[in-house]
């Protein structure tokens, strides 16, 4: 998956220092008390999250944030 640029973005959230090689920058919107991010599948990856269902998710640090995954646009 990749984070992609979107209409109502307003920051764009950097690889913190030495990570540079393993994280994207992040085109998000900020504001309202949350951050919203937009991702891209590719194909093969729509056509696995097809067939199992399953869309795993991760947090690099040790604290669990609230988080929101959906198909919805949350701007509508």
Sequence with gaps: MSPIEFKQQNIVFTAPAGMEDKVEQLPAF???GQVISCWHLSFWER???LFTGRLWFSV??????PIWLGVDCPFI
């Design 47 to 49: 056509l696995k999250l």
């Design 60 to 65: 690099i640090g040790n604290a669990q944030p």
């Design 30 to 32: 900020r504001g309202e």
